[in-house]
């Protein structure tokens, strides 16, 4: 990994260069809100600084001379690389038989820009879900394989962040091809990959000196004291295992509402449902033909059927949904996948309606 | 290898009904290359589809010796029922196998029980088949019925609900050359002629003999069922990690990605369905897990 700098102003030629090969998905600001959609270098949200709570989330514009001064919206990149509708196939039945087709678009690859440690943490844990499994998801490994990942090292955690306290952040360490750090006068620019030095070819990157060095460590540092929020792992999974019947899930049921924002929000969050799609002009009674298509959407283990079967429901209750979810995240995960399924990012306890905070509810199941 | 996400053709070759509610199908898999290349030990299972409809996990009834592939079907919901209008010659999709199967490395040298409740038969015809195609050669070549004196005991306790309920009923008297079979039902009426046991499936101890120490039990049926199973199992002196039980949940992927069939950490669909008692216990008894 080799580091080196540009100016402040010449991080616009990135984007100019980038933006021949890739689709640029970054940061953006949308009903007072920073999205993740296509984006370019303009609508990078510099100065915005995004006020995080418990079900709050407040975003106030241009106070800052800095460009990265913003954190985490509520769009994590998995938006992009496991869409939320996506169709699997395209089928049709006739008189011949069945048959079932792929359609393989060819799409321009994806830039991700802006992408932070928490998230880059939590496409890791999505590779081992879709590209490690008995069945490798060739949807999500043609979107991820060519994509290419800019990212940003955070200096000004929010107020829900906790990365800290499970080694997912706030610097990033590997998995991007170009990683951003702010510094007084300049980008530091570290490269990850050949990929990554590549687009730095022809432009005038400097050297980093040790005083700059220093600055951008001190203010990693600076980063990490400010991080509020912690949680304790050293007993999971245990700790929860041991607790199936604790009260406190039937305390955080009566707040919850299963709306499941706080999986739709979750960058590691990866449940779904697929489904036949039909449409009225696919079905042809005349000559008994049906067509249409299978797509895969988003779903969360809140949907109420999310769990039955043909006679019952694994889990009726909102207690049970709950305890499913959080268990899931920071004990199966770990059986599952080597790692817990939480990445400390903040965003459940920023978007959950009635302000649930996970790091809260694992602190009063200890208890 | 084909792309298990994307379904492939196959075609019904014959159709046998059961039950009321239950019927064989034999499947001949349309394309020539899928056909060479489709694996399966028993107690995998595969995604039957209906297009327009929606898929159903069924597991694979036949054993990989047969000549033709079958599921065995019960009539439930919308997929189920859809696959029950079909004719000989009709078409659906597959996808599969999936799961991890038998372990059939454990039985090799071990007496097997067999216990099954209602259409929780059906990936254990697979593993009778199996033991029975196995057998027939060693059997002629030896002459002696019943395979060597040495051969591991086969025990098989199958309950329904009433007679009538049986599945693979007219196949019961092969089975008895490798196996003792043990029926029960919940109830018979009385105008049936039935010589079986009537009662529960945990009531038919006394007539079997078993070596409990030197049993392995590959279980499938209702959950409550197998749950009250395994603790008298386990009462009797068989060892916890000889007890393998296929397990029941939400399948909607079949190959690891939706998250719908967990049981505690486990995907049911890819960890199991069958898993090792003791590798679930400590989950068995939650409610709502
Ligand atoms: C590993 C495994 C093996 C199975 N083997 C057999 C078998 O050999 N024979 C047999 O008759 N049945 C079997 N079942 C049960 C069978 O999958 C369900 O009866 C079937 O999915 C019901 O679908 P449906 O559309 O008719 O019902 P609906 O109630 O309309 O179901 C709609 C959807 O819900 C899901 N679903 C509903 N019930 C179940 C269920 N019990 N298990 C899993 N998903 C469900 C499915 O995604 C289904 O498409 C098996 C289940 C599993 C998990
Ligand atoms: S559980 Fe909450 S804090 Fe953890 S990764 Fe998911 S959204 Fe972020
Ligand atoms: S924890 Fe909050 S965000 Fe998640 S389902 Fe419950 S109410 Fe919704």
Wanted: aromatic letters at 10%.
């Amino acid at each position: 990994m080799t580091i080196t700098k540009i100016k402040k102003d010449h991080l616009r030629l990135i984007f100019d260069r980038l933006k021949d090969s890739y689709k640029l998905v970054g940061p953006r600001v949308e009903n007072d809100v920073i999205v993740l959609t296509e984006m370019d270098f303009h609508d990078i949200p510099a100065g915005y600084k995004d006020l995080h709570g418990k079900g709050v989330y407040r975003l106030s514009g241009n106070k800052d001379s800095n460009t990265f001064s913003f954190s985490l919206g509520p769009d994590s990149f998995k938006r992009f690389l496991s869409p939320p509708v996506r169709e699997i196939f395209a089928f049709k039945k006739s008189k011949k038989g069945i048959s079932a087709n792929v359609s393989s678009k060819e799409e321009k690859p994806t830039a991700f820009i802006g992408m932070r440690a928490c998230d880059i943490s939590a496409l890791k844990l999505y590779d081992k879900v879709f590209l490690e499994g008995p069945v490798r998801d060739t949807g999500y490994d043609s979107l991820k394989r060519n994509s290419l990942i800019i990212a940003v090292n955070c200096l000004y955690p929010n107020g829900n962040c906790f990365c800290d306290s499970l080694g997912t952040g706030p610097e990033v360490r590997d998995g991007f091809d170009l990683a951003i750090t702010e510094i007084q006068d300049s980008f530091l620019l570290e490269t990850g990959s050949s990929k990554g030095s590549e687009i730095l070819n022809g432009l005038t990157i400097e050297e980093v000196s040790d005083k700059e060095m220093d600055e951008k460590n001190s203010r990693t540092e600076d980063c990490k004291k400010t991080i509020k929020r912690h949680i304790k792992v050293n007993d999971l999974p245990w700790v929860i295992y041991r607790n199936p019947e604790h009260p406190r899930w039937t305390d955080v049921a009566s707040r919850c509402l299963a709306c499941g924002n706080c999986t739709q929000v979750c960058p590691t969050c990866f449940c779904n449902s697929s489904y036949d799609r039909l449409e009225l002009s696919g079905i042809s009674k005349k000559s008994r033909e049906i067509s249409g298509n299978k797509v895969r959407a988003w779903d969360s283990c809140f949907s109420k059927n999310f769990a039955r079967v043909h006679g019952g429901n694994f889990r009726p209750s909102r207690r049970a949904r709950y305890r499913h979810w959080m268990t899931h995240k920071l004990a199966y995960w770990i059986e599952q996948f080597g790692s817990p399924g939480c990445v400390g990012c903040g965003r459940c306890i920023t978007w959950c309606p009635v302000g649930i905070d996970i790091t809260e509810e694992l602190e009063a199941i200890r208890k | 290898m084909y792309d298990k996400s994307i379904p492939f053709e196959a075609k019904i070759r014959w159709i046998k009904k059961e039950t009321r509610d239950t019927a064989t199908y034999a499947f001949k898999i349309t394309s020539r290359e899928i056909e060479r290349a489709y694996r399966f030990i028993p107690g995998q299972f595969n995604m039957l589809y209906m297009p327009g409809i929606g898929e159903a996990a069924i597991s694979i009834s036949s054993a990989p010796s047969d000549h033709d592939l079958t599921h065995t079907i019960r009539v439930a919901g919308d997929v189920t029922t859809a696959i029950s209008r079909l004719d000989t010659g009709d078409v659906l999709g597959i996808r599969g196998p999936f799961g991890n199967g038998w372990p059939l490395e454990e039985i090799e040298e071990r007496d097997l029980m067999i216990i099954a409740g209602g259409v929780g038969i059906a990936p254990l015809r697979s593993v009778i088949r199996h033991i029975l195609n196995d057998r027939t050669e060693p059997r002629h070549v030896k002459g002696v019925r019943g395979g060597k004196i040495s051969s591991p005991a086969r025990i098989i306790l199958y309950g329904s609900k009433t007679p009538k309920d049986i599945i693979f009923r007219d196949e019961f008297p092969r089975y008895r050359d490798a196996f003792q079979t043990f029926l029960t039902v919940d109830k018979a009426d009385p105008e049936e002629y039935w010589r079986g046991d009537i009662g529960l499936i945990t009531g038919m101890w006394n007539k079997t003999s078993f070596n409990p120490l030197n049993t392995v039990v590959f279980m499938c049926g209702p959950e409550v069922m197998m749950q009250s199973m395994v603790k008298e199992l386990i009462l009797k002196g068989v060892p916890g990690e000889k007890i393998f039980i296929s397990i029941e949940r939400n399948m909607n992927c079949g190959m690891g990605i939706c998250g719908h069939c967990f049981f505690g950490p486990k995907f049911v669909c890819k960890d199991g369905p069958v898993f090792r008692f003791t590798d679930i216990e400590g989950f068995l008894g939650i409610k709502e897990i």
